[in-house]
């Protein structure tokens, strides 16, 4: 289910939410963008990362090492426009009914990650970053729409399909905004 939209003066938590691109945020990197949100408090900013904008690369184009050798398929995905020059690991997992991860964690860490069943791997090219006021002033604009993942979340491809497939399954009114044009002015 959606969140409901904030109000002006209500705090807002969304440590461990996903923010979906409203279609008007056409902004480059954040046009139609899934962004799994892993770091938020309004005095200290937050951290996120996209999860459905893969570069086309695997690990293997960038490390070539024998020791990465268990990582050299592993898709490496624009995490966002700060620090782009730097390529991190993450992993995510489902446990008890919550989303987990580890973020910016080490190649053996990555590489002890990829064995565990039901973990999903991935390298990323930068993050995604708002100071402290700027995501919440972002959501009062409507830029983005919050919502929790779901239990499939992991499951699905992350690639640019990854926004309409989830706002498809949010609401009626979500199911609209997936199924409108890249650019609809050209209607």
Do not use: C
């Amino acid at each position: 289910m959606p969140e409901s939209s904030p109000t002006p003066d209500s705090p807002i938590s969304l440590q461990g939410q996903i923010l979906l691109a409203d279609p008007s945020l056409r902004d480059g990197i954040f046009d139609r963008s899934v962004i799994l949100l892993a770091e938020h408090s309004v005095d200290q900013g937050a951290f996120g990362l996209i999860m459905n904008q893969p570069t086309g690369h695997t690990v293997g184009d960038f490390l070539k090492e024998k020791q990465f050798a268990p990582l050299l398929k592993i898709a490496v995905h624009q995490g966002g426009p700060v620090a782009r020059e730097h390529l991190t690991f993450s992993a995510f997992w489902w446990q008890e009914s919550q989303l987990r991860w580890a973020l910016r964690i080490s190649a053996d860490d990555a590489i002890q990650h990829a064995h565990r069943p039901g973990t999903l791997v991935r390298a990323f090219i930068g993050y995604s970053g708002w100071t402290a006021g700027q995501l919440e002033g972002e959501l009062r604009r409507h830029s983005w729409i919050a919502t929790r993942p779901a239990t499939s979340f992991l499951g699905l491809s992350h690639d640019r399909n990854l926004w309409a497939e989830i706002l498809r399954n949010m609401s009626p009114f979500h199911r609209i905004l997936a199924a409108s044009p890249d650019q609809p002015n050209l209607n």
